[in-house]
């Protein structure tokens, strides 16, 4: 099993509301990502988890939250976006955190609109 | 923190024809990774590379670390080849913790 799944596959949210984005995998990988993708535009690295703790944080601003309570599973908490938070959202695990050594999997993405 | 250039953006090709993609980096990039992304968002790793050359199928990916270039290769495209190509490479140099900083991407359509 390769496949890193998440969900929702879209969402609508407005500007007040709180939601979380989730991803699972299976694979036994130590290392999780979020990606943020806006549109005709290439991925952007927001955070990095390994073994559970935050590796990485691209100064991304504190509306988006994320959480890692098992190996398994990634959330992605948002609270207070702005419309220009609008983007596809990534995920993807790797069995390290070495991306000069290890593949990263991805998901297909949340697809996020924000009114 | 490293850096990606990759050409051409756009690509328009023909049934059968051979496709080359090309892929700068900066210092310190230890891996080359060669991802493919259809519309629908999702994206799969095609190759993997530190030196050499690594072929799967049709498609052939070539690294040449002292100039700092990598190639990607489609022999005899196929519509179904249509989609966006990224490198990308690990954002920091050090090997440590780290993800990806990719390429702006080239959209290859392949016409039948």
């Known amino acids: 099993d390769t496949e890193v799944t998440q969900t929702p596959k879209h969402l609508v949210m407005g500007m007040t509301n709180k939601k979380s984005l989730k991803c699972e995998q299976h694979?036994?990988?130590?290392?999780m990502y979020w990606y943020k993708q806006k549109a005709k535009k290439p991925p952007e690295l927001m955070f990095v988890?390994?073994?559970?703790?935050?590796?990485i944080n691209e100064s991304v601003p504190s509306r988006f939250s994320p959480e890692c309570p098992n190996s398994s599973l990634l959330n992605l908490h948002l609270h207070a976006l702005q419309p220009e938070d609008s983007a596809l959202y990534l995920c993807?695990?790797?069995?390290?955190?070495?991306?000069?050594?290890?593949?990263?999997?991805f998901g297909a993405g949340t697809r996020l609109s924000v009114l | 923190k490293n850096e990606v250039e990759q050409s051409p953006q756009n690509l328009t090709a023909q049934e059968g024809e051979f496709i080359t993609i090309n892929c700068s980096y900066s210092?310190?990039?230890?891996?080359l990774h060669w991802l493919q992304q259809h519309p629908g968002g999702g994206i799969v790793s095609l190759f993997m590379?530190?030196?050499g050359k690594k072929k799967h199928g049709r498609l052939i990916a070539t690294i040449n670390i002292q100039e700092k270039h990598s190639s990607l290769h489609i022999t005899a495209s196929h519509p179904r080849d249509s989609a966006v190509y990224i490198c990308?490479?690990?954002?920091?140099?050090?090997?440590?913790?780290?993800?990806?900083?990719f390429g702006k991407g080239t959209h290859l359509i392949i016409q039948p």
């Open positions: 993807a695990s790797s069995q390290t955190k070495r991306t000069g050594v290890d593949i990263q999997y």
């Open positions: 990308a490479g690990p954002m920091y140099s050090g090997g440590g913790a780290d993800g990806l900083t």
């Open positions: 210092v310190g990039i230890s891996a």
């Open positions: 988890y390994s073994y559970e703790k935050l590796s």
């Open positions: 694979m036994g990988h130590r290392a």
């Open positions: 590379l530190s030196s």
